[in-house]
Every structure is written in C-alpha cells, then in structure tokens.
C-alpha cells in the first residue's frame, strides 16, 4: 500500500532512516529497502513523500512513534490545480471511500501548506469546495472519528532557500496516523535534572533510539554515557539500559544524592539502568566467550570538539616512564584513576570491537561521527567492521567545515578470530588514509579555526580569543 508520508521540515537527512528503522521495528520485512517515491515535480527535501507499506497499522505505528513524520496519509486524490484534484478524488475507489463518509461518524477536513500562508477565508473557501465528496456524517472539530487534511504546495522559484518548485501540487488525503511531538517538551535539556557540557539533545537522542529500534524487550547499551541523556531516550521506548562512563564521578556520585544519572530516569518516572559502571572502553572488563547480550549499543563517542577522549593510564604510565600502580584496599572508595588522551581513531576502533563481540545478530550500533570538510572536498571514508552493515548515513551540518554524521550499522558477521585479525587490518588502512586530525586530537582547533586568519586584529585593546569558550557547568 501506497501512503503519502508528511515530514517536518527538519534534520533533512534523517528522515528517511528514521522511517526504514521504525518500519522493521514494527513489522515490515528488512530483506529489501522500502520503497520511496517523490511527488510529480518535486525535489528530495520536499515534505511530501509516498512510501510503500504492508498495512495500515504499520504506516500508523510509524508516524505516532516518529519524530520527523508530521503524519501518514492515505492519499485519495492529487493534482496541479483544484479541477485536477476533483477528477483524482473521483476516480479513487468507492470501495475505499465509503467507509468513512457514513452518516453514522463524524470528520474534520484541515488545510495544510508547505511554502505559504493562507488566510482563514481562503482556507474556508477551499474545504467549501469539496461539496462532490458525500460526506453524510457530522462535523466534529474536537475529536473526529476521521480527520481529512487537504495539503497544497506552491510553485516558487525561491521556496524558502530549497530548490525551485516547479509546478504547484495539491494533495487530499485520509488521516492514518500523526506524530505526537509533546514527547519533545516533556523532555528537554533545560528542564532536566542532571546535565552535562556534552548532554545529547533530546530530539536527536529520541532519534538515535529510534534507528537503534528500541522497545521493550531489548538491552541498549552506552558506553560513554555521560549525564544518561541517550539511555533515557531508549528507556522512554521499553528497553532495558546499561551505561559505563571512564569518569566515576559521573555515574557514582554526580553532584550529589538527588542530582545523579539515576535522578534523571526517576524524574521521568522511567525503569533505572540495569547497571552503570566506571569502565575504560580501551580496556574493557569483559570476560573472554562471554555471551553476545546487547540489542543495540547507542553512543556519541567523545571526538574532541566538546570534551575530549580519556583512557585508563595517564601520561605518564602511558608513555612507560613510571609502572602501573595498584590502588590500596583503604583509598579505593575515593580514588579518581588517571588517564591519558584517547584519540578518535582509537576509540571507534574499539567501539567496533565492542560492538562485534557484545551484540546480538542484527543488534544495531548506532554513533555519532565527527567530519570536517577540507578545501579540496574530498570524500569522507567512514570507519568500517567485517561484522557489520552500515544501512544509513544522516548528516548534520554544524557549520561550513564540520559537522557530524550519525552511522547506523547492523551486525551481519558473528564474532571471530579470523574477523578481530580482519577488522584491525581494516583499522590500520583507515588510519593511515583517514585525515590527520583524526589521531592528533587537534579537531577542537581546525573545528573553531577562523576562516580567515589575517582579518583578526592583534593590538591589545581589541584582540579576542577566536576560539569560543563553553560557559556552561561541567561535571
């Protein structure tokens, strides 16, 4: 079945991904990709998309657990203008009208635009012209048994700073099911108890959970879990979490008793994490043929922009100028380990390596990974597993150099020798063909590098630091 899917006009790149995930997760069969399709005339970031679906529940599941669907629609008629929308409309079966213009239910007919703004009168007007639909029942605004939507875009040469529309399209169409954003304020950042400098914004946290698929009945895992802001995402879903952070201070004692990581789920009255623990995800505690346990693991590894990478050891130990040290029995209780800078290549490698050996068959590993673009704009090399399939790629453009591109990756491969021996030979060519910045540590600085250099005046009355400092409260 054919639906015309609505998106909000935001996070372009993550649309799509978003609806291919929650349609496995709801039924649909992930042996073939969906299948898309772009209204006549229109270009890619349009809002208007059809989509093909097994049923209805499915296109209804979708959009109410969406955050970037506005609605799914079952479309009875299109058009370049009024007259060809009437003829559409009148060609769509009866079979499938009739049902829901009965006497016996009520409805609501909305207008919705894309480019433009209507009037009231004009919107009038236009739901006053469906007098050729035979509608029997009764008006009901508040709480329809059917709601009809008549969507209209506009022809514009310049729409809004997207691409040209070149001919006006008009869309009528059943309601099947609509997004419920309240989730977003229910949950924003600034209202929530524990926060930290690299605390993920809760609409791209949601959506991190939802290309992760998710639900009751999973294990998500975070291992850089920080302030929890990802778990909580998934913990709002039905799954089940587990966190580890190389700082002890944040998953034991955050800024005291009522203020912690376990303060943030119980703020939102959701199920706490089935365990946080201080670890170094460089040298990880898991045993040896431990069984594969994890659905998905969600994380925004730390690429040096915000806060940097840490790994057990410290400078010193690190570089083998002093021997490792074992921490006595009666300072333990507060005792903060030392650790070393954790570059990014390294990290993801072991993230990789994680992820191969802890997930499940076609658990998900779902991160966060930073891009800069150089003047030559060459293309970006994404870091790469034998266990897995990378299935969706979403870009957020941060600023004219950098931004950050999310990876959804599937475990295909099972975990074996042979793969940990094929993964670090692809490790190593990653490394060395992969731009510098990503094992010198020095993102921060070609990130925040002002594009022009000689236009910053150095006399002391108006010399400003150009690289921004943050203000905010670190943990």
Sequence with gaps: MWFLCVFYHRLLDFRKPEVEALAELFGEEDESPLQWRLPEHHHNDTPFHFVHLSSEEIAQNIAKRSLLVKGMYELWGEGASYEELKDSIERFPDSRKLPFLAS????????????????????RERIDSFTYVPFKGKVNLKNPDHNFFLMEMDESEENNGLQPILQRRIFFGREVGFADRKLLPTFQLKSRTYLGPTAMDAEMAFLMANQAK?????????????????????????????????????????????????????????????????????????????????????????????????????????????????????????????????SLVECVHDLLHLAARMLVMKGRLVFFFPVLRDENGSEVKFPEHPCFKLVAVSEQILSSRYSRVLLTMVKV??????????????????????????????????????????????????????????RGKYV
């Design 214 to 342: 998710a639900a009751s009945g999973k294990l998500v895992y975070d291992p850089f879990v920080g302030t929890g802001s990802i778990l909580v995402s998934a913990a709002r879903f039905g799954a089940m979490t587990m966190g580890a952070d190389i700082d002890i201070r944040v998953v034991r004692d955050g800024r005291g008793p009522d203020c912690n990581v376990w303060s943030n789920f119980k703020q939102y009255g959701l199920p706490t994490p089935v365990a946080l623990l201080r670890m170094d995800n460089n040298l990880p505690p898991w045993r040896s043929g431990l069984k594969e346990i994890f659905d998905a693991i969600i994380c925004d590894p730390p690429y040096g922009v915000r806060a940097g990478g840490r790994k057990s050891g410290g400078r010193k130990i690190l570089k083998g100028t002093v021997d490792p040290y074992t921490v006595p029995e009666d300072k333990r209780t507060d005792h903060i380990p030392s650790t070393g800078a954790y």
């Design 104 to 123: 016996d239910s009520t409805f609501r007919i909305s207008v919705e635009t894309f480019g433009k703004a209507l009037t009231f009168d004009e919107q």
């Design 413 to 470: 491969e099972p975990y074996s020798e042979v793969i940990e021996e094929a993964a670090r030979l692809m490790h190593l060519e990653f490394r060395e063909n992969h731009l510098k910045w990503l094992e010198e540590g020095n993102i921060h600085s070609s990130v925040f590098k002002p594009s022009d250099t000689s236009e910053i005046r150095t006399d002391s009355k108006s010399f400003k630091d150009p690289k921004p400092k943050y």
